[in-house]
């Protein structure tokens, strides 16, 4: 009972003020916080400018790269292919030839043992669970080598392509090291910097709508303040 806070308490309680003391601390923050805002929202005209340079500078940038989601992930796919283009097309061309091209490929061999499971499981009706088997298998190959065909397609000794892959690399690894650790979050930032440049750009009329709000909460608080004294 000896702090002044308590005894505060006290005779508010005992003047039934309760209710308008908790009416007046909100509309007192309420107005430190516009306050606040302006404070944040006034800078020196030189500050203003410097910081609209710097964002249109990293907006440019950003922009220039013309970045897309997954990007990254794909040249990370695509380089070793391209680094090792011979040794991956020798490989791919080897594999489709033991698969689907060659003599002998796997595709045609599993092709006529299934004919000829076909042809005897008419005659031995426990056959046919071997034959589709066989069947299952020789989709499989096929759908195999249908992709390493599009491998095959795909890689070639290509000295300016790779080279392209590997700047554009460079690229999109130092704007991640400068805006975000991913694509997505390199232009969440640039949407960022976007509404800070706006925000600085009218920044007079932001000054001018905190200073209302200002005034608002001032006139506020005085007419609470003006109850409480009657």
Same mark, same amino acid.
Request: charged content about 35%.
């Given at each position: 009972l000896l702090k002044p806070a308590v005894q505060l308490d006290?005779?508010?309680?005992?003047?039934?003020? &309760?209710? +308008?003391?908790?009416?007046?601390? &909100?509309?007192y923050r309420r107005w430190v916080e516009a306050r606040s805002e302006l404070d944040s929202a006034r800078m020196s005209d030189?500050?203003?400018?410097? #910081?609209?340079?710097?964002d249109r500078f990293q907006l440019v940038e950003?922009?220039?790269? +013309?970045? !897309?989601?997954?990007e990254e992930a794909e040249l990370e796919a695509d380089l070793p292919l391209l680094k090792n283009a011979d040794r991956v097309r020798n490989l791919a061309d =080897?594999?489709? &030839?033991f698969l689907y091209?060659?003599?002998?490929?796997? =595709?045609e061999v599993l092709?006529?043992?299934? @004919?000829?499971?076909?042809?005897?499981?008419?005659?031995?009706? =426990?056959?046919?669970?071997g034959r589709d088997e066989l069947e299952s298998a020789r989709i499989s190959v096929d759908d195999v080598a249908r992709r390493l065909g599009d491998l095959r397609g795909r890689? &070639?000794?290509?000295?300016?392509?790779?080279?392209?892959?590997? !700047? @554009?690399?460079?690229?999109?690894?130092?704007? #991640? !090291? +400068?805006?975000?650790?991913?694509?997505?979050?390199?232009l969440a930032k640039r949407d960022e910097l976007a509404r800070e440049l706006e925000r600085l750009e009218n920044s007079q009329k932001r000054i001018e709508d905190l200073e209302a709000s200002l005034e608002e909460a001032r006139r506020r608080l005085h007419a609470a303040c003006g109850?409480?004294? +009657?």
């Open positions: 006290c005779l508010d309680a005992y003047a039934g003020l &309760g209710d +308008k003391r908790e009416e007046l601390a &909100g509309l030189s500050e203003r400018r410097r #910081l609209i340079e710097y950003i922009d220039a790269a +013309k970045l !897309r989601v997954g =080897s594999a489709y &030839g091209a060659g003599e002998g490929a796997a =595709s092709r006529k043992a299934v @004919r000829a499971l076909e042809d005897l499981s008419r005659f031995d009706e =426990s056959l046919r669970a890689v &070639g000794a290509d000295p300016a392509r790779l080279d392209a892959m590997i !700047r @554009r690399q460079d690229e999109i690894a130092r704007l #991640l !090291r +400068k805006y975000g650790a991913t694509a997505a979050e390199v109850r409480v004294h +009657k």
